[in-house]
C-alpha cells in the first residue's frame, strides 16, 4: 500500500472532488444511462460540506476523498472517491475501516447509497454494511455499529 494521509478537506478542494467524482462515476452512470457531464460534477459542488469531508493524499497529491455527514438517526458515507490507479490498493479500506472505528465507539449507525451494480458495494458488505432499500439506480445500505470487544 502506498503511504498516504488523510485531512480536513477546505472549500478550495471542491473542484479537484468534483473531477475526480466525474471519473469515478463515469462507468457505473453511463452503464445506467444517467452520465451527464456537466451535471455528476454540479451535484458534487451543490453537496459539498469540507466540514464533514476529509481528503486523502498519497505523495501530497490529492487521491481522494471521504464524507461523513450527520443527519438524523445516523451518519451518511458520502462522495467517497479514490483515484482509479489506486483503487484495489488497500488505501479505500483502511480509510473506511478507520471511519467505521470512530461509528462504533459512538454507537453511530451508518448510512450510504452506491450505484446499481457498482463494485464498491462489495467493500460495504466486507465491512458489514446490508441493503436497506434499492431502485433502479441506486442501492441504500445501513451498518448497525459494532458492539466493543471487552478483554477480561
Not at 448497525?144 to 478483554?151: S, Y
Amino acid at each position: 500500500m502506498a503511504d498516504w494521509e488523510i485531512r480536513p478537506a477546505s472549500a478550495a478542494d471542491v473542484e479537484a472532488v468534483a473531477e475526480l467524482r466525474a471519473v469515478v462515476l463515469r462507468a457505473d452512470l453511463e452503464r445506467l444511462g444517467r452520465y451527464d457531464e456537466q451535471r455528476v460534477r454540479q451535484r458534487l459542488r451543490n453537496a459539498f460540506v469540507p466540514t464533514h469531508t476529509w481528503v486523502v493524499e498519497v505523495g501530497d497529491a490529492f487521491a481522494g476523498c471521504v464524507s461523513l455527514r450527520p443527519a438524523g438517526d445516523a451518519h451518511w458515507l458520502e462522495h467517497f472517491y479514490l483515484a482509479p490507479h489506486l483503487q484495489g490498493s488497500g488505501i479505500g479500506t483502511a480509510v473506511l475501516r478507520g471511519l467505521l472505528e470512530q461509528c462504533d465507539r459512538d454507537g453511530t449507525l451508518v448510512r450510504l447509497n452506491v450505484l446499481q451494480g457498482s463494485p464498491a458495494r462489495r467493500l460495504y458488505e466486507r465491512h458489514g454494511f446490508t441493503l436497506e432499500t434499492e431502485d433502479p439506480v441506486d442501492v441504500f445500505m445501513v451498518r448497525e455499529p459494532a458492539l466493543p470487544v471487552h478483554n477480561k
